[in-house]
């Protein structure tokens, strides 16, 4: 890719702070909204940040972790930095767009780059109606919750409600339930990525429900529609022996 200018932004932990420093002097700084490339410096909250804090800008963004899992990151060396960056594979992701409507007739609506999940507010279980493109799947879902993930987020949340693993390029979206009590053997749904989900909460006020995209929360929902967003892109570099799409297929043999 042409790189002309790169603009270095971190989390506000020290190891981050002081990478994003020593970078600067070494390569010079620009600001964010007029660089070719951002280089995020953190982990991968901080890069779910950044991604949406530039969605806008559709400039591509290339992370280095200084965080502590740096599944979206590649690894740090300050040494060839512009020589990495050229080199790098592009990823491009398109966000889900979460409509919600509460309880008190408010509606809201948000993006997510990993998942969008639903959760209980109270000890009480969840009841969930799921529509799948206008047509009822699923009449009852008790449950704690339920999301759903790109394949890029497939490996966050949704795996540790064990959901599956989405190759990139997929085209598939995975809805996910959390902790189901009836029907307690569904184990969710891989849905065409052009699918839309429609999850409305029966009886909220007794049960009430919030929705999350990434770490937008809206409390006490009624329905929550959720949809690919194809009109943003956001592009993802990646060192070719570290790309995303082999980090996804490694973590399916993972012991």
């Known amino acids: 890719?042409?790189?002309?200018?790169?603009?270095?932004?971190?989390?506000?932990?020290?190891?981050?702070?002081?990478?994003?420093?020593?970078?600067?002097?070494?390569?010079?700084?620009?600001?964010?909204?007029?660089?070719?490339?951002?280089?995020?410096?953190?982990?991968?909250?901080?890069?779910?940040?950044?991604?949406?804090?530039?969605m806008g800008r559709k400039v591509p963004i290339y992370g280095m972790n200084r965080g502590t899992v740096g599944f979206l990151m590649n690894e740090f060396r300050e040494m060839d930095l512009t020589d990495r960056i050229a080199?790098?594979?592009?990823?491009?992701?398109?966000?889900?767009?979460?409509?919600?409507?509460?309880?008190?007739g408010e509606s809201l609506c948000a993006l997510a780059i990993n998942?969008?999940?639903?959760?209980?507010?109270?000890?009480?279980?969840?009841?969930?109606?799921?529509?799948?493109?206008?047509?009822?799947?699923?009449?009852?879902?008790v449950c704690d919750g339920a999301l759903v993930c790109t394949p890029a987020g497939s490996t966050a949340y949704n795996l540790s409600a064990h959901g599956p693993i989405l190759p990139m390029g997929s085209g598939l979206l995975a809805l996910t339930p959390i902790s189901p009590?009836?029907?307690?053997?569904?184990?969710?749904?891989?849905?065409?990525?052009?699918?839309e989900v429609v999850f409305q909460i029966e009886n909220p006020e007794k049960r009430p429900v919030s929705a999350v995209a990434d770490y937008t929360e809206v409390r006490d929902v009624s329905s929550v529609k959720i949809r690919e967003d194809r009109s943003m892109k956001i592009k993802l570099l990646f060192d070719p022996e570290h790309n995303l799409e082999e980090r996804i297929?490694?973590?399916?043999?993972?012991?």
């Not at 790189?3 to 989390?11: G, K, N």
């Not at 009590?181 to 699918?195: I, N």
């Not at 297929?249 to 012991?255: A, D, H, P, T």
């Open 87 to 104: 080199e790098a594979q592009t990823v491009e992701l398109h966000p889900l767009q979460m409509e919600a409507h509460t309880v008190s």
């Open 181 to 195: 009590f009836r029907p307690r053997r569904w184990r969710g749904a891989l849905l065409p990525h052009g699918a």
């Open 1 to 54: 890719m042409q790189l002309d200018s790169i603009a270095f932004v971190a989390a506000d932990t020290k190891i981050a702070q002081d990478a994003m420093y020593r970078l600067k002097h070494r390569y010079g700084h620009i600001a964010p909204d007029k660089a070719d490339v951002i280089v995020a410096l953190g982990g991968d909250g901080f890069m779910l940040e950044t991604l949406h804090r530039y």
């Open 249 to 255: 297929l490694k973590e399916q043999f993972v012991e």
């Open 115 to 141: 998942e969008v999940s639903l959760l209980r507010e109270t000890r009480q279980a969840a009841k969930l109606r799921i529509k799948v493109d206008g047509v009822e799947r699923l009449a009852e879902l």
